[in-house]
């Protein structure tokens, strides 16, 4: 079992930044890919980047260049870096773990706006 807890979002003013970090813990070892996924109301989840072991990160085109996902600390934790935020990047923001299944953290929510 993996479990998953997030930190950081909050309100931020369109250009600003915010960090999200997600530690995992349980059985860590298994972990093969951690990333982050977004929610808005009345749309599907969708992929915002993802990082595997190895250290290859993919990202949505909406955000290449802005945001910069990174692991750390024996790979159980993931950080999502967001700068130069947009309107449109307001979401539920979700921790995202896969072992021999996906596991989801709790959320947490970014709201960009002035």
């Known amino acids: 079992q993996v479990q998953l807890v997030e930190s950081g979002g909050g309100l931020v003013q369109p250009g600003g930044s915010l960090r999200l970090s997600c530690a995992a813990s349980?059985?860590?070892?298994?972990?093969?890919?951690m990333g982050w996924y977004r929610r808005t109301p009345g749309k599907q989840r969708e992929m915002v980047a993802v990082?595997?072991?190895?250290?290859?990160?993919n990202y949505a085109d909406s955000v290449k260049g802005r945001f910069t996902i990174s692991r750390g600390g024996a790979k159980n934790t993931v950080s999502l870096q967001m700068n130069s935020l947009k309107p449109e990047d307001t979401a539920d923001y979700y921790c995202?773990?896969?072992?021999?299944?996906?596991?989801w953290g709790q959320g947490t929510q970014v709201t960009v706006s002035s």
């Open positions: 995202y773990a896969f072992s021999d299944s996906a596991v």
């Open positions: 349980g059985t860590i070892f298994s972990i093969d890919v």
């Open positions: 990082i595997g072991r190895g250290g290859s990160p």
